[in-house]
């Protein structure tokens, strides 16, 4: 088999299947050749059109990849035929003299029936009416406020989605849907007869959410420096007491040396643009260990995965002076577990209901559901995605709903053009309207219902750095204005990213889609330890400490595009010099919350439940969401006993009493 089906193989081909059959392969291979991109980069696009289509509806086979090759021709076509527009316009000159086509000379018609004799010209179909229309900015469909803020279905967005047929969410398919589910063994939550008669959820914040209002767009480069150089040497002296070594062991990878050193430093790659590899590598020092300086790596003889900003520490030596030639790479030091003292676990049970040994009562469980952004179609601005969600968690008298941004999408096709009508409301001047009305009337009104539906619900809302109704542009982001925004009181309004503990549950929460970052820049040296990509991603969070480790940023150009004019996404915006606040603090989290783009799913990965609840809605089809079921942990006497004689805490173990549904909405 050659290279080149072996690479389209391990692809695309889905476990346990390992080989596609020759006809899609064979499709593959013709795009190839008619594009001249390599399979990665095909698989980049690939991605891209089943996040367009709707994953249900972009199994590759034969029809599947043909459509595949007919959309990527499309907009081949596309961009030629703008490439010659844009030359004809040019060749033609913006400041041309107009000519006359008329006998009086009249060439702007300025003298129509002014100047005797002047002939009129005929106002024809094909005449300067139809031509004025041509250079009218065209104008995204509009809500028809009679139709319920629903857009027609045959709108067409972009130049990028006009192949795609639009779906009402009314008709829907397979909604309720379970798609994926963790531990099934365990009872799902059983909806009381009533709503309880207080909250069954303690929400305290590990976070200081008062050190994000910090002003964006101010960063200094020194400030920036010294925060990256400051997490290579925490990281080191954590390696340093991890695995008991000497300072005597640690050296500068980049000075000539014939002893074996270890040196700690991030990965950076050895050019400005393009792709990570395994060639690329190169370790940038810290100025203390250093310098800052960077040495090109050699690790043919290891078995890793690497990413540019992962700190590591590798054993080599730089016997030339011109690379580090790498032998080993250490194993990163993991936080502790999360834990608490018996006698509080025993009363956070009591606030569930918990009597005597009856943990495994369903009634018992607290009933969380996780959604991420967008929580709209890309047609329309009715949030029935989001209704449906508000009705799913008061039908089943949710104890925790957790809302992840985007809200209200910048990357929306509508609220990009700002061409959409508000339904009518009193409270606001339709002029004079702001995108924070916009938010209070489209989304805190289904907000509000739930609120009510459900007094004691508690709605946890995380931003995005892609929220029209958040003034931080960049990551790290301050929390919602919650106020300005008419949320109730059950709402909470938090940072981005945010530690929080819902009873003795400690939940981490980032808005950002690092998975998907991370799926692109990641670059596999030897034998992969770890072929599940869902587990492998989200280890690379936990062994880092921190929600966002990709330094820099995935460039925007190569994301996948977006449904507005531009077709650019937001990217990762960040702040350098309070990159701090997205480290983890003392304890692994319970439960790791990382929305992304890619397959929605529940993971159990180094003892952390790791959740990627998958969009609320698509751009053309609806999404999904998590079902969460945190059963109560049982607590031994022997466990009390310990906890008297020796003051000793309990593991929460959520990976064993939690139940995990991917569901679509």
């Keep these: 088999m050659t290279t080149l089906k072996v690479e389209l193989n391990e692809l695309f081909a889905i476990p346990p299947v390992t080989e596609l059959p020759p006809d899609v392969l064979g499709e593959l291979q013709s795009i190839l050749r008619l594009h001249s991109i390599s399979p990665q980069e095909l698989f980049y696009k690939w991605e891209s059109y089943s996040m367009k289509m709707g994953s249900e509806q972009t199994k590759l086979d034969l029809p599947t990849a043909r459509a595949f090759k007919k959309d990527l021709q499309e907009m081949l076509e596309r961009e030629s035929r703008g490439k010659a527009h844009v ?12 000519r006359s086509t008329g006998k009086g000379d009249d060439v702007f018609g300025m003298l129509d029936g002014i100047v005797p004799n002047t002939p009129i010209p005929q106002r024809s179909a094909n005449g300067p009416t139809k031509r004025k229309a041509a250079f009218d900015t065209p104008a995204v469909s509009k809500f028809n ?14 130049g990028n989605t006009n192949s795609i047929q639009s779906m009402t969410f009314s008709e829907r398919q397979n909604a309720g849907q379970i798609v994926e589910t963790l531990n099934p063994h365990l009872s799902v939550c059983e909806a009381p007869i009533a709503p309880p008669a207080g909250s069954r959820v303690r929400l305290t914040a590990n976070t200081d ?46 000075n000539q040396a014939t002893s074996e050193i270890l040196a700690v430093g991030r990965i950076a790659s050895d050019a400005l643009e393009g792709k990570l590899n395994a060639s ?25 995965e690497f990413f540019p900003g992962q700190i590591v520490a590798v054993r080599g030596i730089n016997a030339s002076g011109n690379y580090f030639s790498v032998n080993e790479v250490l194993e990163m030091p993991l936080l502790p577990p999360a834990a608490s003292l018996p006698s509080t676990m025993d009363a956070l049970n009591g606030r569930l209901g918990v009597e005597g040994d009856g943990s495994e009562n369903a009634a018992y469980a607290l ?48 609220l990009a053009s700002g061409d959409f009508d508000l339904p009518d409301d009193p409270s606001i001047e339709p002029d004079k309207a702001t995108l924070n009305d916009v938010f209070r009337i489209l ?28 003034k931080h542009v960049s990551w790290p982001q301050e929390p919602f204005d919650k106020k300005v925004l008419g949320l109730p009181k059950q709402a909470k309004v938090v940072t981005n990213p945010v530690t929080i ?22 670059v596999k040296v030897g034998r992969t330890k770890e072929s599940d990509l869902m587990a492998r991603l989200p280890r690379h969070l936990i062994q880092q400490r921190h929600f966002f480790p990709l330094f820099p940023p995935a460039d925007r150009n190569s994301l996948p595009e977006t449904g507005t004019n531009e077709g650019i996404a937001t990217g990762m915006p960040m702040d350098v010099s309070y990159l701090k606040l997205g ?83």
């Design 583 to 665: 480290e983890w603090l003392n304890v692994r989290p319970d439960m790791l919350i990382t929305p992304s783009a890619l397959s929605p799913c529940a993971k159990v990965v180094e003892s952390v439940l790791v959740v990627n609840p998958g969009p609320l809605s698509k751009r053309k089809a609806a999404g999904t969401y998590a079902q969460l079921a945190f059963h109560p942990r049982k607590v031994t006497n022997e466990e009390r006993e310990r906890e008297e004689s020796e003051g000793t805490m309990i593991g929460h173990h959520l990976f064993d009493r939690a139940r995990a549904d991917i569901v679509r909405i």
């Design 87 to 98: 030359r004809s316009v040019d060749k033609r000159g913006a400041y041309a003299t107009p």
């Design 501 to 522: 503990s819902l009873n003795e549950i400690v939940v981490g929460i980032s808005a950002q889609d690092v998975l998907w970052d991370l799926r692109r820049e990641e």
């Design 280 to 304: 690329s590598l190169m370790l940038e020092t810290s100025r203390r260990t250093g310098a800052g300086l960077r040495v090109p790596l050699k690790v043919e003889s290891v078995s890793h």
């Design 443 to 470: 989304v805190g009104t289904t907000i509000r219902q739930l609120a009510l539906q459900v007094p004691n619900i508690i709605i946890i809302l995380v931003p995005s750095v892609r929220d029209a109704v958040n």
């Design 209 to 254: 959410l008062k050190k994000f209002s910090y002003k964006p767009m101010a960063m200094h480069l020194s400030e920036a420096s010294e925060v990256l150089d400051d997490r290579i040497d925490e990281i080191q002296s954590l390696i340093q007491a991890h695995h008991n070594l000497e300072d005597s062991a640690f050296g500068n990878a980049a």
């Design 367 to 414: 009933n969380v559901i996780v959604s991420s952004g967008p929580y709209t179609a890309d047609d329309n601005l009715a949030f029935e995605p989001l209704q449906a969600l508000c009705e799913k968690a008061a039908e089943s008298y949710a104890d925790v709903l957790i809302m992840v941004g985007p809200i209200l999408d910048l990357e929306h096709p509508l």
């Design 145 to 158: 406020k009679a139709d319920g803020m629903s857009s027609h279905s045959d709108a067409r967005i972009d």
